[in-house]
C-alpha cells in the first residue's frame, strides 16, 4: 500500500514553522505544511486539504477522503481500514504490520528503530495522516 509505506519510503522531517509545521522529505524538500487548526497545504502553501476535529480527512474541495477514528484506526473514504496510529506514535499498516514510529520526542524510525528523521512539534496523528491522504511519492 504506496500511501501507507512512508516511513519505509522516505526520511521525514518536520519542523515547526509560521502558520504550521513543516513537512521536508530526506532531500530537505518542503512537500508541506500542516497548521495546528488542520489545514494542510503543499510545499507551495496551497491548500490541498483538512484534517478535522471530529476525524475526517477531506481534500481541498472538503470532499471526504477518510477517517482516523479515536482509537487510531485509519480508513477510507468507503469505511475500510488501511492502517493505524497508536497514541505511542506506533503506525502500522492494514495488516497490522508495523511500518515506523512517531514519536512524542520527535524522533521518526522506522520498523528497525532506526533514526531516519525528527517530528518536533507534530501532532503524531496530524504527520500520520499526512502521508496516508496526501503525499504523493514520486516514484
Given at each position: 500500500?504506496?500511501k501507507a509505506l512512508?516511513?519505509?519510503?522516505?526520511?521525514?522531517?518536520?519542523?515547526?514553522?509560521?502558520?504550521?509545521?513543516?513537512?521536508?522529505?530526506?532531500?530537505?524538500?518542503?512537500?508541506?505544511?500542516?497548521?495546528?487548526?488542520?489545514?494542510?497545504?503543499?510545499?507551495?502553501?496551497?491548500?490541498?486539504?483538512?484534517?478535522?476535529?471530529?476525524?475526517?480527512?477531506?481534500?481541498?474541495?472538503?470532499?471526504?477522503?477518510?477517517?482516523?477514528?479515536?482509537?487510531?484506526?485509519?480508513?477510507?473514504a468507503s469505511?475500510?481500514?488501511?492502517?493505524?496510529?497508536?497514541?505511542?506514535?506506533?503506525?502500522?499498516?492494514?495488516?497490522?504490520?508495523?511500518?515506523?514510529?512517531?514519536?512524542?520526542?520527535?524522533?521518526?524510525?522506522?520498523?528497525?528503530?532506526?533514526?531516519?528523521?525528527?517530528?518536533?512539534?507534530?501532532?503524531?496523528?496530524?504527520?500520520?495522516?499526512?502521508?496516508?491522504?496526501?503525499?504523493?511519492?514520486?516514484?
Amino acid at each position: 500500500m504506496r500511501k501507507a509505506l512512508f516511513i519505509l519510503s522516505i526520511v521525514a522531517v518536520f519542523a515547526a514553522v509560521g502558520f504550521g509545521q513543516r513537512v521536508e522529505d530526506g532531500t530537505r524538500k518542503t512537500i508541506g505544511y500542516i497548521s495546528s487548526s488542520g489545514t494542510v497545504e503543499n510545499g507551495s502553501r496551497s491548500t490541498i486539504g483538512y484534517i478535522n476535529s471530529d476525524g475526517r480527512v477531506e481534500n481541498g474541495s472538503r470532499s471526504t477522503l477518510g477517517y482516523i477514528n479515536k482509537d487510531g484506526r485509519v480508513e477510507n473514504a468507503s469505511r475500510s481500514t488501511i492502517g493505524y496510529v497508536s497514541s505511542s506514535g506506533t503506525v502500522e499498516n492494514g495488516s497490522r504490520s508495523t511500518l515506523g514510529y512517531v514519536n512524542s520526542n520527535g524522533r521518526v524510525e522506522n520498523s528497525s528503530r532506526s533514526t531516519i528523521g525528527y517530528a518536533e512539534g507534530v501532532d503524531q496523528r496530524h504527520a500520520a495522516l499526512f502521508f496516508f491522504f496526501f503525499f504523493k511519492p514520486s516514484n
